[in-house]
Every structure is written in C-alpha cells, then in structure tokens.
C-alpha cells in the first residue's frame, strides 16, 4: 500500500506546477478508482467542474486532453454519474471469508 500512497502524493503535487490544469485529476481519479475511494473521486470532480476550470486553450496548449474540463467533454459528467453508481451498489467483502473445499 506504501507505493499507492505514494502515487497519490505525486499525483497532488502536479498540480503545484499547473493549478489551473485538470489533467493531474484525471490519472488521479483513475488511481482512486482502483482503490474504491468513490468519495475522494467526487470531490476531484467537482473541483474540476468549477466554472473558472474552463479548457485552458489557447492560453496554454501543451498537452491538453479535452476530456479533462466540462467545456469540451462530457467525460466528467459520465464519470460522475458511473461513481455515484458504485457508491450506491451493494458490495460483499469475500476477503475475511475462507473457503475450504477438503
């Protein structure tokens, strides 16, 4: 779990050096999703949704991937709306149970 932790962490901090930028949110919503943390997703994503978190183009230009802002995708939106799902789905934890077939 330490390297997940650290994923996390990196993924924060790129947001240092482009604060207006979404993309970062992107690999880290990703990432939460393998972990089942619904609840940090939701929040990344209406971060991304505030209307000053437009689609930085033209001011910048570098790399920009469309689906990460409101304007010019509806990724957010479906991502959204597939989240809410899994955090209403009912789910059973066969980790703590053992099955002996001897």
């Known amino acids: ?23 970062h949110y992107i690999y880290l919503n990703s990432y939460l999703e393998e972990l089942k943390k619904y609840d940090e997703i939701i929040t ?12 930085p183009f033209p001011e910048k230009s570098f790399l920009i991937e469309n689906r990460a802002y409101y304007d010019t995708s509806n990724f957010l939106i479906e991502l959204r709306e597939r989240i809410e799902k899994k ?16």
């Open 87 to 102: 955090t209403n789905e009912h789910s059973i934890d066969l980790k703590s149970v053992e099955f002996n077939f001897k």
């Open 44 to 55: 990344n994503i209406d971060k991304m949704i505030q209307p000053d978190r437009k689609n």
């Open 1 to 23: 779990m330490r390297f997940g932790l650290s994923v996390i962490k990196k993924r924060r901090y790129a947001g240092q050096f482009a604060p207006e930028r979404n993309e």
